[in-house]
T-cell receptor
Framework: KAGVTQTPRYLIKTRGQQVTLSCSPI?????VSWYQQTPGQGLQFLFE???????NKGNFPGRFSGRQFSNSRSEMNVSTLELGDSALYLC??????????FGPGTRLTVL | AQTVTQSQPEMSVQEAETVTLSCTYD???????LFWYKQPPSRQMILVIR??????QNATENRFSVNFQKAAKSFSLKISDSQLGDAAMYFC???????????FGAGTILRVKS
């Protein structure tokens, strides 16, 4: 089985722009979760989607949004980028409430 | 809100020796999951071991084992016969029984000396 894939792997944007990151879960997995990893704040939960519905949301501003498609692929969008949004964004998929499998991440740099 | 604390920012171990990484957590729930994830320099998060809170028996996976003390809210990871490939950042994580939100600790960098 193919693992979780994330595209793009690297991204450079400037302040004020917006960005869309994509995540394709393991085949058959219906839950997709997103995490932000920074040196200062560590790993923080952004949101989780299950069957196209946001099931849980972390403590991030409304500039961070996401969605899930009928094939379980998920996208997250960050609008009006700030320097502090520079981070590794990780996506994870799971079947139900069990273990989560992570993708390789998207490294976002905001200049 | 649940919190996870890893009090060791960095640990070192000699190759072939044993090392224990500490983790404590805070929750008011009785059913939950605990995990140890490994993140090597490639940044790929790899699941090392999982523990269901309702299970009294400590989980083991080859050279990796945990010491789960539910009353003390402690969840330590023991790595036996350490190998150079074990060098990585290790994260302890908590998950409620339902849903998939993981709460991570700050991580422990493990260095393995040859």
């Amino acid at each position: 089985k193919a693992g979780v894939t994330q595209t793009p792997r690297y991204l450079i944007k400037t302040r004020g722009q917006q960005v869309t990151l994509s995540c394709s879960p393991i085949s058959g997995h219906r839950s997709v979760s997103w995490y932000q990893q920074t040196p200062g704040q560590g790993l923080q939960f952004l949101f989780e989607y299950f069957s196209e519905t946001q099931r849980n949301k972390g403590n991030f501003p409304g500039r961070f949004s996401g969605r899930q498609f009928s094939n379980s692929r998920s996208e997250m969008n960050v609008s009006t980028l700030e320097l502090g949004d520079s981070a590794l964004y990780l996506c994870a998929s799971s079947l139900t409430g069990g273990e989560q499998f992570f993708g390789p991440g998207t490294r976002l740099t905001v200049l | 809100a649940q919190t996870v604390t890893q009090s060791q920012p960095e640990m070192s171990v000699q190759e072939a020796e044993t090392v224990t990484l500490s983790c404590t957590y805070d929750t008011s729930e009785s059913d939950y999951y605990l995990f140890w994830y490994k993140q090597p320099p490639s940044r790929q998060m790899i699941l090392v071991i999982r523990q269901e809170a309702y299970k009294q028996q400590n989980a083991t996976e080859n050279r990796f084992s945990v010491n789960f003390q539910k009353a003390a809210k402690s969840f330590s990871l023991k790595i036996s016969d350490s190998q150079l490939g074990d060098a990585a950042m290790y994260f302890c994580a908590y998950k409620r029984e339902y849903g998939n939100k993981l709460v991570f600790g700050a991580g422990t960098i493990l260095r393995v000396k040859s």
